[in-house]
């Protein structure tokens, strides 16, 4: 029996280890729900992004055209044109965006005294807020030259390394932060109320159910809501940062926010200029999310049923 005890104390990880364990699993699980989740809009993506930039008129018709149009003239993938960006983005991203949001849990639960239990909700849409403001600050000049990759012939940029280094030379240094304060603006509603609405319908439904695990599709539609209210709320924003990263290709110059929003309430005759494409961000965004948050969930499960099966295999 000692030795038994002996093996069990041997064996069973310390908080430290358990806490590094936690921090890499959430990695690795963000990692792998961002590149799933962007992959699987990307052509959406691609084509709002081509909306949100120019003056031309959206509407589904338009952009069924769009797609059609890039298919054919530059063949199936083309429609993934910057998706490798995307990656590069999106995997260090969404990485450190459910890592720290798990971090930011922890230190609030701890400040709050829930330990291991729901956040109350100020404190839940604060972590959510917090763990978009550090990711995005830490990747933002990728999410740049992603959307200049997304906007222009593949012609002007041969690679991601191509754009870096066009962009640092001919538009400056600064130019890879072009657009960030709306980011950052529009990242704390978005990602606040997203990590928020899932975590609370995630809270709501083990309270009816009594069950502590939703099932996979319960989850896509928990993520799916959480895409939907966090994409309406920071809709205008998105726009006015995408206008300002691809400012440099479309021979425009915007000085500020509001001189942004200003241009394109005037030029494109009112305040829906603001919102274009967000009707395809309201088929793009929950399909997004929730297939993110949906991923991550089960990689977090995954990867600790191998550990807890390395440990007593041990």
């Given at each position: 029996m000692e030795n038994v005890a002996k093996k069990t104390l041997d064996t069973a990880p310390t908080q430290d280890v358990r806490g590094k364990r936690h921090i890499i699993n959430s990695l690795?699980?963000?990692?792998?729900a961002g590149a799933v989740a962007k992959t699987v809009v990307a052509p959406l993506d691609r084509t709002k992004i081509i909306f949100?930039?120019?003056?031309?008129?959206?509407s589904a018709k338009e952009v069924v055209k769009l797609i059609y149009q890039t298919y054919r003239m530059d063949g199936f993938f083309s429609l993934w044109r910057g998706n490798s960006a995307t990656m590069v983005r999106v995997v260090p991203y969404a990485?450190?965006?459910f890592c720290s949001h798990e971090q930011y849990k922890q230190i609030l639960g701890s400040y709050c005294g829930t330990h291991g239990r729901p956040?109350?909700?100020l404190p839940r849409l604060l972590a959510g807020s917090m763990a978009g403001i550090t990711a995005t600050t830490l990747t933002y000049p990728l999410d740049l030259v992603r959307a200049r990759m997304a906007v222009t012939p593949k012609e002007m940029y041969s690679n991601i390394l191509h754009v870096f280094i066009r962009i640092t030379r001919d538009e400056g240094i600064k130019t890879l932060y072009s657009g960030f304060t709306p980011t950052i603006l529009g990242v704390i509603p978005y990602a606040g109320l997203s990590f928020f609405t899932y975590e609370t319908l995630k809270k709501l439904h083990a309270e009816l159910t009594e069950r502590a695990y939703p099932y996979p599709h319960e989850r896509l539609l928990f993520g799916a809501c959480a895409g939907l209210i966090g994409q309406s709320a920071?809709?205008?924003?998105?726009?006015?940062?995408?206008?300002?990263q691809t400012a440099?290709?479309?021979c425009r110059k915007y000085t500020s926010i509001l001189e942004t929003m200003?241009?394109?309430i005037v030029e494109e005759g009112g305040i829906g200029g603001l919102y274009k494409g967000l009707s395809m961000n309201w088929i793009k965004?929950?399909?997004a999310v929730g297939t993110s948050f949906t991923t991550f969930d089960l990689m977090q499960i995954l990867l600790r049923k191998i550990q807890d099966y390395s440990t007593l295999q041990r």
């Open positions: 690795i699980s963000g990692a792998i949100q930039v120019s003056s031309r008129g959206f990485a450190l965006q956040l109350p909700p920071s809709y205008p924003l998105d726009v006015v940062r995408r206008r300002m440099g290709v479309q200003r241009q394109i965004g929950p399909i």
